[in-house]
């Protein structure tokens, strides 16, 4: 059910595709005070992902998720009726509401089921939700063509439409895991226990700050380069294809291997890719860089959420899911302000500078494993549950 509201939800996720779009279209923002704004609403999204875990461990999941799509859906809907000045801090609201929403969906996913179990079921709501992708991108592109008034409007009821269709659904449990006080750690004094948990999140912050260029200098870079919005959306499309079609078989093919290895080998894929995309604009260039950062995507991003959600102690399943986040969406808050002001300087630099920050992560994640008490050896982290204390 949760899976199937992740595809409706990412059916019409037009905000994160099309902001900076917007922001210097009918806004009619310069590309460097864009990148500002659309930095805002990232700084929303990184401190609902870090904070709000702990509103869900605390009062339930269910509530804070019903609570926050309602605010969140209705807050999009309204955006381009907003002078520029409210959007400027309504964005950052939002975007903490909504992300507050997706860390109790996963904590709610990762509940549901084993640990040792939790690739594959990471596996089968990120393949939902990018089949959504995979229509959403052209139908966006249709809208716009129209309006982009009408792009918030179902942007914001489609979140309030999925919200009350599910709610009769979730689970209604207790407030919060119940741990015994013996059993019950903190944490920060969770996390401090595994030093190869804390070396991956920060690696994760240099890959996504270039992964999300995606979605912030990519269409700028194809739309510079004459390219229509027609050949962005369906390289989204494209890329939400693929991994709805490869990452449950490869999720299930690959669940026994070491965590490590294969997040590493997923930055590397991601920092290719994404150089890829600095060669000479065509269309044929455009696509073999697309699949080569979605083979990367594939391969590290089921692993790393799987990975720290096997971790967490289940009291603390809402927090690690939110930290996770945080670290893992942090390009939406620095992406946009980084690569446009490279792009705005010293475009061709944009691209190799993306490939070295994925080469970094990639080593840094690898050497961890290895220090990693079992990391070289055990498939997923979550084979044998964490120490509850000490």
Request: with cysteine; net charge positive.
């Amino acid at each position: 059910m949760l899976a199937a509201a992740r595809f409706f939800g990412s059916l019409t996720a037009f905000l994160m595709l099309f902001l900076t779009l917007y922001l210097t279209g009918p806004r009619d923002l310069a590309v460097p005070a864009a990148g500002l704004v659309a930095g805002g609403y990232g700084v929303g999204m990184l401190l609902g992902n870090i904070t709000g875990g702990r509103w869900g461990d605390t009062y339930g999941h269910r509530p804070v998720l019903l609570l926050a799509s309602t605010v969140s859906g209705l807050g999009i809907a309204a955006v381009p009726w907003l002078p520029i000045e409210v959007v400027v801090v309504a964005l950052p609201v939002l975007a903490y509401l909504a992300a507050t929403a997706g860390v109790s969906v996963g904590a709610l996913s990762a509940l549901a089921v084993a640990r040792g179990d939790r690739r594959t079921s990471v596996a089968i709501t990120r393949s939902f939700a990018n089949a959504g992708f995979v229509f959403g991108p052209p139908i966006g592109a249709l809208i716009v063509s129209q309006s982009y008034e009408a792009l918030f409007v179902v942007d914001g009821v489609m979140t309030l439409a999925v919200r009350f269709l599910v709610a009769p659904l979730l689970p209604r449990g207790t407030a919060a895991v119940t741990v015994p006080h013996e059993d019950r750690v903190g944490l920060w004094r969770a996390l401090r226990a595994d030093r190869a948990l804390l070396t991956l999140l920060p690696a994760v912050v240099l890959v996504d700050i270039v992964y999300r260029q995606l979605y912030t200098t990519v269409p700028l870079h194809l739309r510079d380069a004459g390219e229509s919005v027609a050949l962005y959306t369906a390289l989204i499309a494209l890329g939400s294809g693929l991994i709805l079609v490869f990452e449950i078989p490869v999720a299930l093919r690959l669940r026994r291997f070491s965590s490590y290895p294969i997040i590493a080998t997923g930055y590397a894929l991601v920092g290719v890719g994404f150089v890829l995309f600095g060669l000479p604009v065509s269309a044929a260039a455009a696509v073999l860089a697309m699949v080569v950062l979605t083979a990367g995507e594939i391969l590290y991003k089921t692993t790393a959420t799987a990975h720290v959600l096997d971790a967490a102690p289940d009291h603390l399943v809402g927090q690690y899911q939110g930290l996770y986040q945080g670290a893992a969406t942090s390009g939406t808050m620095l992406a946009a302000p980084i690569g446009t002001a490279v792009y705005a300087t010293e475009p061709q630099l944009l691209w190799p500078l993306g490939g070295v920050l994925c080469a970094v992560a990639a080593v840094v994640v690898l050497s961890s494993g290895r220090r990693s008490p079992g990391g070289s050896r055990s498939g997923s982290a979550g084979t044998a549950p964490p120490p509850r204390a000490g």
